[in-house]
Each structure stands twice: as C-alpha cells, then as structure tokens.
C-alpha cells in the first residue's frame, strides 16, 4: 500500500501536471471509487481548474476554483497516469480527467479499493475520514499527547500506528522499519511505550520517511506510484521483507509474524517484546533435560504445555491414525504407535511424511490452547521447532544443551529398548546447533538437578522483567 513517502511523490510529480489545468471532462468507469455518486461527482468538478495539491497523511488533497476540494486515497494500488489523449486508457483506469492541453489524468487502480471524496475549501478538514488522523510526525513538538492518548491502550504499538489515530503516514513498511530503529517489538502493548520511546519513535519516523521521500519512495511488488515513477527507498529497508535474513544490527535472523492480520517482521534480538503475556519455547536434543526444565517453569507459576503431549493425544484420534497408516503405508499389527515406532525403525526416510502431517496440528492446538489461557506466562516444549517452522510463535526461545556422552547415558536409561531409535531420531531431527543463534537463551545441562534449576531460575527472572510492571511476580 502507497504509503506517506509514495504519497508525497505521487503529490510532486501530478503538481506540475495539473496546476492550473481545467478539466473539460470526466469519465467515471467504475463508480465505486467515487461512491457511486458518478453524475454528481462529474457534474461538480467538470470545467474547474486545479489551483494546487497538498497531503493530509495518505490522503491526496486537490484544491480546485469555487473553493471545491478533491480528496484523493490510492489504497493498495491506486495511481495517478498521464497520458496524451489519443493514447488509450491504461489497462485498469477507472477514472479519466480530460485536461484542457491535450493530455488525460487517468486514475488507474487494478483491485478498486481505492476512495474520491467530493468536498470543499471550509469543510475538508471536517470530513470523517480526514478528522480521525492523528498528526503527521513532522508535526509532533510534544509526545505527551500521544503518551496520554495510550496510557489505556492495549493494542500492540504495531497496531495503534498502523491506526492512524495515533500519528498518521506510516504504513506497514514504514512501521516495521521505525520500531526496528527505535527497538521495540511489535507486540509491545501501546500502553507500555515510555516518553522517551514516543520521543525515539517519532525521531525514527521523520529520518526515515524523509529519506524515503528523497528517493521517491518504496517500489514493493506490485506497487508502482504511477507510469515513470519508480522509488528506490526499497534497498534502505533493514526490517522489513527480511524474515530469515541476519539482522543489520547484531546478526540474528529476522523473524516473521503476524500483527492483526499483518505482516510483521522484527529482531527478537534488539526488539524485546515488553509484556504479557509471554510465550516460551523450550527446545534442545533429546535427553538434553527439556521436560525438566518445563517442570521447573511450572513451579514457577508458568502454564505448560508439551508438544510431546499433545501429540500422544493426537495419535489417538482415529481419523488422524487413518491417514497416517494411509501415507506411510502402515500395516495394522500392534497398536498404532507400537506400528509407527517398528515403521520408522526400517524406514527413516518416512519420518518426514510424519512430520508434514503431524506438526500443522501441534501448531494449531498451541495456537488454540494460547489463545484461551489467561496466564500472563506460557510455556511450552517444542523439541523441533525449528523444523515444525513454529519459532515465530514464541516470544522467548530457551535452549537446552547438553554433551553426548551424558545424553547418551540419559537417553539409555529412559529405555534400553528404545535408546537406539530415539538416538536416531535425534540425529535426524538435530537442528539445535544450526539454529543456536536464534535462540535468546541457552542452559547447559550436564550437572545436577540443582545446578539446572538454578540457571533456569536466572532466565525467568530475566523473562520476568519484561512483564507489564503492574504485573507483580506474587500476582502471577
């Protein structure tokens, strides 16, 4: 979506184009972009002359003769086209402003989302649409009033700047790239943003979008601002679009969410999510002590799920035991794990298959069970988060290591019979190393039961630092 940097360069290249130009006619082929108020849309502003165009937000503001006002929102796709009037219109016009100098304004807009709004010189500023912005950045002398305006605000920072209602201009990218700057996480509830944040957010904002605005813009995907307009601002992005890539700053690997249905992109690293509630994931090898380390966080008032759990619940679904058997060609001998463990033990390579099938509902039963518990903390043990491509929906990763020689002897005493294919599964599974620099914590554990709780307890106390401050550790 054209954003305020896109907007203001749309703004610089049509004022050139159209100042002090009559338009003799309009042609409204797609009535939805004016309201479905096509013959009084044409009818009001057919012969005026455009005077000058100025910018509220995203908003496109054409001031005309006899005080009338254009008001102008491009959405996702809308863009301004000049054209000579003997050229055809372009593949997605919807509407076609015939100038008086031989040439055409044609609005083009592939998916029609975008809005002209009919108004005048004394009552623009009035309009629903306008009244609701908050200020520009370029605008804010003071953060108090922002400050004030969030202090009961419980949407995630993302959210309430993405409103509009806050400040206004920033979409998406520019978002994600002014709380990348400002290093705060997304998800951040609003209310917890201090002065000095404010203070750094709007900073942020001025820098970047002048910077965009002097490159002409951000040129995402299918986004171009009009024919011959094509910004640069896209190769000075440092979060955004970058999910899996090194962050610019300390070299983890950006991770990707979702915000309310959008696309989010952050360092888990440098954009600390400040409070609740907070999901953590455990993962380590197998015998690394993982199950221990979620009993300590129980105790510890944290609520736990294990995925290793969720999936000996699932295994006993008949329908899901139907299609596994199906997939893997799984022979009915035993009971079905029994079947499934004897299966994997002659064919590895099936593990895969298992997984495909199996990981998408352990995500879905996390996701299900998060979203109804109340708990300020959440943990769950996910020993192949990584290759169930589920990091992204934990706040905090903690990873258990261990050396082999004492996962070993841990892994022999769980069960003789079954030490070797579990040490085998291991070795497939064994993305802890690969991904060690994603991970926000790493414990050790190749000492005692009271060493282990004592470097978890270190971690929780740091988790807990980063709950809401109301939110005393007696009232968890």
């Given at each position: 979506m054209p954003e305020l940097p896109e907007v203001e360069t749309v703004k610089r290249v049509l004022s050139p184009i159209v100042?002090?130009?009559?338009?003799?006619?309009?042609?409204?082929?797609?009535?939805?972009?004016v309201e479905n108020k096509a013959e009084q849309f044409v009818s009001f502003f057919e012969n005026e002359t455009f005077l000058n165009i100025s910018r509220i937000g995203k908003f496109l503001i054409f001031h005309l003769t006899n005080d009338k006002v254009l008001i102008s929102h491009l959405r996702m796709e809308g863009k301004y086209i000049e054209l000579d009037e003997k050229d055809d219109n372009t593949k997605y016009a919807r509407v076609v402003f015939h100038l008086d100098n031989g040439h055409k304004l044609c609005y083009d807009d592939s998916r029609s989302f975008g809005r002209m709004i009919m108004s005048n010189e004394d009552s623009f500023l009035k309009e629903?649409?306008?009244?609701?912005?908050?200020?520009?950045?370029f605008d804010v002398k003071d953060v108090k009033p922002l400050l004030d305006k969030c202090r009961k605000m419980n949407l995630p920072i993302k959210t309430a700047l993405l409103s509009q209602e806050i400040i206004t201009g920033l979409g998406n990218i520019y978002v994600d790239e002014v709380l990348f700057a400002s290093h705060i996480h997304p998800l951040t509830p609003a209310k917890l943003i201090k002065k000095n944040e404010w203070e750094d957010i709007i900073a942020n904002?001025?820098?970047?979008?002048?910077k965009a605005i002097e490159l002409g813009g951000s040129t995402i995907r299918s986004y171009h601002p009009g024919k011959d307009i094509d910004g640069n601002f896209q190769?000075?992005?440092l979060a955004y679009g970058r999910s899996g890539e090194e962050c610019a700053i300390c070299h983890t690997f950006m991770r990707f969410i979702k915000v309310n249905g959008r696309g989010t992109t952050y360092c888990p690293h440098c954009q600390i999510k400040l409070g609740a509630p907070l999901k953590v994931a455990i993962v380590g090898k197998i015998g690394a002590g993982k199950s221990l380390v979620l009993d300590i966080l129980k105790n510890n008032k944290f609520s736990v799920y294990s995925s290793d759990e969720i999936v000996h619940e699932l295994y006993k679904k008949e329908d899901l035991e139907k299609l596994i058997r199906r997939r893997l060609n799984i022979k009915?001998?035993?009971d079905f794990v029994s079947d499934l463990r004897e299966h994997l033990k002659v064919k590895i390579s099936d593990l895969d298959k298992l997984e495909k099938i199996v990981h998408p509902q352990v995500r879905k039963h996390l996701e299900e069970q998060f979203k109804k518990d109340k708990c300020p903390l959440l943990a769950a043990e996910v020993p192949l988060l990584f290759k169930a491509h589920m990091e992204n929906m934990f706040d905090v990763i903690i990873g258990i290591d261990v050396n082999e020689k004492i996962q070993l002897e841990r892994i022999a005493k769980r069960d003789q019979e079954k030490s070797a294919f579990l040490k085998r599964i291991n070795d497939e599974n064994n993305l802890f190393d690969e991904h060690r620099n994603e991970l926000d914590f790493?414990?050790?554990n190749n000492k005692d039961y009271d060493s282990l709780v004592k470097e978890v307890q270190k971690v929780i106390n740091k988790v807990l630092s980063r709950l809401d401050q109301s939110l005393?550790?007696?009232?968890?």
């Open positions: 100042i002090n130009r009559k338009i003799n006619r309009i042609d409204i082929l797609r009535s939805t972009i629903k649409e306008i009244v609701k912005l908050g200020p520009e950045p904002s001025i820098r970047i979008l002048n190769t000075n992005l009915v001998e035993n790493i414990i050790t005393s550790c007696t009232s968890i």
